[in-house]
C-alpha cells in the first residue's frame, strides 16, 4: 500500500500542471465517495455535508460558505461526470501547454472557474425564471474551468486541427463554437446552472487569451494567491520584476544573450505557424520538445 502511494505521489510531482488537476479532482471524488458509503452504512445521508463545499445560488447562503467558489470546481456528481471533464481537461490541458506557460494555466484553471461561479449566482438571481429554485440549487464541477482552457486554446490558435474518432479533423474555432452555442440553447434545461457555468468559463477564458496578447496577464493576481497559500515563496520572489541595475562592461555579454533569445523565439514563432497550418503530428521530436521546453517558461 505504501509503495502505491509513494507512486501517486511521484506521478503528480512529475506530471504537467493539467495532470495535477486530475489527481486533485480524483483525490477529491474517491473520498467524498468514500465518506458516502460509510455515511450510508448508518442510514445517514452526506448530501447536506457536501452542500458546505458546493456552490449555492442563493447570495445569502453564499455569504455563509464563500470557499464555495473554489471547492465547487473540484467536486463531481458521478463517476461519468468526473469522468467527462478529466478527458476534456486531459486533451486540451496539453493542447493548453504548447501555447502557454503551466503557471498560465493553474491561473485560469481556477479564473475560469470563478467566473462561471459568479456566471450561475448573478444568472439565478436575475431571470425571473430562476426564482423558484434558487433556494435549493448548487453548482459542482470542473465544467466552467475546462471549458476556460479551452476557448483560450480556441482564441490563441483557432485553426488548429483535432482529430475526432469517427468525425474527423476540426479546426478549434469550430469546436469553440459549438460548445457556446450548445451551452446557449441548454440554458433552460434541467442542468441549466451547469451551461450558465459554462458560459461563464467560455468568457474567461477568451478575456484571458485576449488579455495576454495585449500583454496583461488576468491570472497572475491568483497565482499570487496559489502560491501564497501553499506557501511557494521561491515562486513568489522569482516573479518579482527585478530592480533596474547598471552594469558597466557586459554589453557584448547582454547583447548575445538578447541574440539568442531572439533566436528561440522566432524559432518557436516558426513552430506554431508550422502547427497551425500541419497539426501537431506534422512537427519533429526535437520541435515538440522545442515547444514543450518553452511553455514551462
Same mark, same amino acid.
Request: hydrophobic residues 45%; proline residues 2%.
Given at each position: 500500500?505504501?509503495?502505491?502511494?509513494?507512486?501517486?505521489?511521484?506521478?503528480?510531482?512529475?506530471?504537467?500542471?493539467?495532470?495535477?488537476?486530475?489527481?486533485?479532482?480524483?483525490?477529491?471524488?474517491?473520498?467524498?465517495? %468514500? /465518506?458516502?458509503?460509510? =455515511?450510508?452504512?448508518?442510514?445517514?445521508?452526506? +448530501? $447536506?455535508?457536501?452542500?458546505?463545499?458546493?456552490?449555492? &445560488?442563493?447570495?445569502?447562503?453564499?455569504?455563509?460558505?464563500?470557499?464555495?467558489?473554489?471547492?465547487?470546481?473540484?467536486?463531481?456528481?458521478?463517476?461519468?461526470?468526473?469522468?467527462?471533464?478529466?478527458?476534456?481537461?486531459?486533451?486540451?490541458?496539453?493542447?493548453?501547454?504548447?501555447?502557454?506557460?503551466?503557471?498560465?494555466?493553474?491561473?485560469?484553471?481556477?479564473?475560469?472557474?470563478?467566473?462561471?461561479?459568479?456566471?450561475?449566482?448573478?444568472?439565478?438571481?436575475?431571470?425571473?425564471?430562476?426564482?423558484?429554485?434558487?433556494?435549493?440549487?448548487?453548482?459542482?464541477?470542473?465544467?466552467?474551468?475546462?471549458?476556460?482552457?479551452?476557448?483560450?486554446?480556441?482564441?490563441?490558435?483557432?485553426?488548429?486541427?483535432?482529430?475526432?474518432?469517427?468525425?474527423?479533423?476540426?479546426?478549434?474555432?469550430?469546436?469553440?463554437?459549438? %460548445? /457556446?452555442?450548445?451551452? =446557449?440553447?441548454?440554458?433552460?434545461?434541467?442542468? +441549466? $446552472?451547469?451551461?450558465?457555468?459554462?458560459?461563464?468559463? &467560455?468568457?474567461?477564458?477568451?478575456?484571458?487569451?485576449?488579455?495576454?496578447?495585449?500583454?496583461?496577464?488576468?491570472?497572475?493576481?491568483?497565482?499570487?494567491?496559489?502560491?501564497?497559500?501553499?506557501?511557494?515563496?521561491?515562486?513568489?520572489?522569482?516573479?518579482?520584476?527585478?530592480?533596474?541595475?547598471?552594469?558597466?562592461?557586459?554589453?557584448?555579454?547582454?547583447?548575445?544573450?538578447?541574440?539568442?533569445?531572439?533566436?528561440?523565439?522566432?524559432?518557436?514563432?516558426?513552430?506554431?505557424?508550422?502547427?497551425?497550418?500541419?497539426?501537431?503530428?506534422?512537427?519533429?521530436?526535437?520541435?515538440?520538445?522545442?515547444?514543450?521546453?518553452?511553455?514551462?517558461?
Amino acid at each position: 500500500m505504501g509503495n502505491i502511494i509513494s507512486e501517486i505521489q511521484n506521478r503528480y510531482r512529475q506530471g504537467d500542471t493539467s495532470l495535477r488537476f486530475i489527481f486533485i479532482n480524483v483525490g477529491v471524488f474517491l473520498v467524498t465517495a %468514500l /465518506v458516502s458509503i460509510a =455515511l450510508a452504512l448508518f442510514n445517514l445521508n452526506g +448530501a $447536506g455535508i457536501f452542500r458546505w463545499l458546493e456552490l449555492p &445560488a442563493s447570495i445569502i447562503r453564499l455569504c455563509y460558505q464563500p470557499w464555495t467558489l473554489i471547492t465547487y470546481m473540484f467536486m463531481h456528481a458521478n463517476l461519468m461526470h468526473l469522468l467527462f471533464n478529466m478527458l476534456w481537461l486531459y486533451c486540451f490541458g496539453r493542447l493548453f501547454l504548447l501555447f502557454f506557460s503551466a503557471r498560465h494555466l493553474r491561473g485560469l484553471y481556477f479564473f475560469g472557474g470563478i467566473v462561471g461561479g459568479l456566471f450561475y449566482i448573478l444568472a439565478y438571481n436575475i431571470f425571473p425564471y430562476f426564482k423558484d429554485s434558487i433556494d435549493y440549487s448548487y453548482l459542482l464541477g470542473a465544467s466552467a474551468s475546462v471549458l476556460a482552457v479551452s476557448i483560450a486554446v480556441a482564441v490563441k490558435s483557432p485553426e488548429y486541427k483535432v482529430n475526432f474518432m469517427f468525425i474527423g479533423t476540426v479546426r478549434l474555432k469550430y469546436i469553440a463554437l459549438i %460548445l /457556446v452555442v450548445t451551452d =446557449l440553447m441548454m440554458i433552460t434545461s434541467g442542468n +441549466a $446552472g451547469g451551461h450558465i457555468s459554462h458560459l461563464g468559463g &467560455a468568457l474567461g477564458g477568451w478575456l484571458f487569451t485576449s488579455q495576454l496578447q495585449k500583454g496583461r496577464d488576468i491570472t497572475a493576481w491568483i497565482n499570487k494567491c496559489v502560491d501564497i497559500c501553499t506557501g511557494n515563496w521561491t515562486s513568489l520572489r522569482a516573479n518579482r520584476k527585478p530592480k533596474m541595475k547598471v552594469h558597466y562592461g557586459k554589453h557584448r555579454q547582454n547583447s548575445h544573450h538578447n541574440t539568442k533569445k531572439k533566436q528561440q523565439n522566432d524559432e518557436t514563432d516558426r513552430i506554431l505557424d508550422k502547427l497551425k497550418q500541419s497539426g501537431y503530428e506534422s512537427l519533429t521530436d526535437e520541435e515538440k520538445k522545442h515547444l514543450f521546453n518553452a511553455g514551462k517558461k
